[in-house]
């Protein structure tokens, strides 16, 4: 449904996208992720024609719309937008903020359709509501389905749950993915937080300074992460600086297989790699323990390797204690230092 060709985009001297490719289908959801400034804006923006094109290519259902010199207008794209501060029109009620992507349907039809999504969302009670009296998560809603409504071919939305609280953003993260599978619409959705990404997403695309660093399921980039970076953007680590000789790293953890022959090498150390043993395993000494309630979080040295665990199981160690731990070695990677 969306193609992006090798899009590049600078601000000035400023590169802050560097030949980006991807698509999206019809019924995926795609999560941009990565630190801020890494291009993700931009590149929704370009998607939406908000930006034109400058080096690269856009399509969207197989039609170009934007390349160097040529922009379809944002409007006339067929694509829904969501963003961080939801942008509703502040004059009209819920149910004419919905209604408003709706002008070409005969009005019967446009009230009806405005209903059904009024429904659809929950708001019932809220159809002649003004959008400063709603609380942020229904602005949120009414913001997505204003978005849905027109039956867009792609929707774009820009940190859409940022502003709400942690309860409450759970709560929307899955009613919006189930409005968008209903809808079957191809969606991107930019977002900073790795756990929205692992939850949302059918596919990830990590960005890294106006960059893809690496793109795929989103258990494969935390499996097989491609860099340093991409391994510790998911979830808290440990990183370690050691060196390898002859092909391996010899480390207080055990020997690894090393990704460079001889060199600098960074080893990433997941918190949920390290799990107390019942006996045997490596010798640990506990320098801090803080219980989470679910789980506790450890802070261990083994040899002279400091590091942090995360377990759930038994009873919180106490300080200097010395405990047996196992080490999950499918959760420590290894890469080349970078320069
Ligand atoms: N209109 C603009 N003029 C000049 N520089 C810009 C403009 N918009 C963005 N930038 C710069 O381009 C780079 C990419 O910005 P962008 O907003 O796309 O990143 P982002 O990943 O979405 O970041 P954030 O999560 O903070 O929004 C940043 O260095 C930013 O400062």
């Not at 959801?29 to 856009?58: D, F, N």
């Not at 934007?66 to 379809?72: A, D, I, K, W």
């Not at 323990?289 to 802070?299: D, M, N, T, V």
Request: proline share 6%.
């Amino acid at each position: 449904m969306l193609v992006i060709e090798a899009v590049s985009h600078a601000y000035g001297a400023l590169q802050a996208l560097q030949s980006v490719s991807l698509d999206v289908a019809a019924g995926e959801v795609v999560c941009l992720l990565g630190p801020s400034g890494c291009g993700k804006s931009t590149l929704l923006r370009i998607a939406a024609g908000l930006e034109p094109v400058q080096h690269g290519r856009v399509e969207l259902a197989g039609q170009v719309v934007g390349e160097p010199r040529l922009s379809l207008p944002p409007e006339l794209r067929r694509v829904g937008m969501v963003f961080q501060d939801f942008a509703l029109f502040p004059h009209l009620t819920v149910t004419q903020n919905i209604a408003f992507g709706l002008s070409d349907l005969p009005r019967a039809e446009r009230q009806a359709q405005a209903a059904h999504w009024v429904a659809r969302i929950g708001l019932p009670d809220l159809a002649d509501a003004f959008p400063h009296t709603l609380s942020g998560g229904q602005q949120q809603r009414v913001a997505l389905a204003r978005a849905l409504a027109p039956s867009p071919r792609l929707v774009l939305m820009d940190e859409p749950f940022s502003g709400l609280d942690v309860t409450l953003r759970d709560r929307l993260r899955d009613a919006t993915l189930s409005l968008l599978k209903d809808a079957g619409v191809a969606t991107v959705l930019v977002t900073h937080d790795p756990d929205e990404a692992m939850r949302m997403a059918d596919r990830i695309i990590l960005m890294r300074a106006g960059r893809i660093e690496q793109a795929g399921a989103p258990l494969d980039l935390y499996n097989r992460p491609v860099s340093a970076f991409a391994a510790a953007f998911f979830g808290s680590v440990t990183l370690l600086d050691a060196r390898a000789e002859g092909g391996e790293v010899v480390s207080d953890l055990g020997r690894f297989d090393a990704p460079v022959q001889s060199g600098p090498v960074t080893m990433i150390v997941r918190q949920e790699a390290l799990h107390r043993a019942g006996e045997g395993g490596l010798r640990a000494m506990v320098t801090h323990a803080r219980s989470l309630g679910r789980e506790h979080l450890i802070g261990l040295t083994i040899g002279s390797t400091a590091l942090t665990a995360r377990w759930a199981e038994g009873r919180l160690p106490g300080v200097g204690e010395r405990i047996p731990v196992v080490l999950d070695r499918q959760r420590v990677h290894l890469f080349a230092k970078e320069a």
